[in-house]
């Protein structure tokens, strides 16, 4: 079952699309990449693996993008949305419940800033935007290694961004195809689907 939630965040209204499931084992909240929204593909093949797998989740959408704004603000302004985002949820949706924090591309570097904060079980990264294209120099591997929890990198072979290396709690799966992770949504709905019972019993 599905339902619409409007957050408050320091910097403007946020919406959560809620994908609810009976005695849910935990819950993931999810976020978009820099000018998408929730209904990415990547993003509607994990939440309905997660679904399958009984955990609950949440498609968070920034405030720039609930503004209908494309342009992203700096980075330190998503984070502390992201932060409001779920200390929101898990006060009035999934209290008690494991959090797994997540997204795609630009969502996952948030994730992976904000996973301390937020006090996040795992971290779920789909097309993880290791370097802009074409400037391996500009690696942002740092934020990956910042993360002190498992991490999922679902990444495509041919994605310009670049291909995160594994790491000691850190896996790596490659799918067909490049940044958009259209290729093989069933590869990435597997991956998800296999990762979730390893990091939350």
């Known amino acids: 079952m599905s339902a619409s939630l409007d957050i408050d965040t320091p910097h403007g209204p946020a919406r959560a699309e809620l994908h609810e499931v009976a005695k849910p084992k935990g819950a993931i909240i999810l976020g978009h990449g820099a000018g998408g929204g929730v209904e990415a593909p990547d993003l509607v093949a994990a939440t309905a693996a997660a679904n399958d797998a009984g955990f609950t989740v949440a498609l968070a959408l920034q405030p720039y993008r609930v503004a209908g704004k494309r342009s992203q603000p700096v980075a330190a302004k998503l984070d502390e949305a992201w932060t409001a ?117």
Not at 117 to 142: N, Q
Not at 162 to 178: D, F, H, K, L, Y
């Open 85 to 201: 985002i779920v200390e929101r949820l898990r006060e009035e949706r999934f209290a008690g419940l494991p959090l797994i924090s997540g997204g795609r591309s630009a969502g996952a570097r948030v994730a992976c800033r904000t996973a301390g904060a937020v006090g996040a079980e795992a971290v779920l990264c789909l097309a993880f935007p290791l370097h802009p294209p074409g400037k391996p120099e500009r690696s942002r591997v740092d934020e990956l290694e910042a993360v002190e929890v498992p991490v999922l990198v679902v990444q495509g072979e041919s994605d310009p961004f670049g291909m995160p290396p594994e790491g000691a709690s850190r896996e790596v799966v490659r799918v067909r195809g490049n940044h958009g992770l259209k290729a093989d949504l069933d590869a990435v709905s597997s991956a998800v689907g296999e990762w979730l019972p390893t990091v939350v019993g």
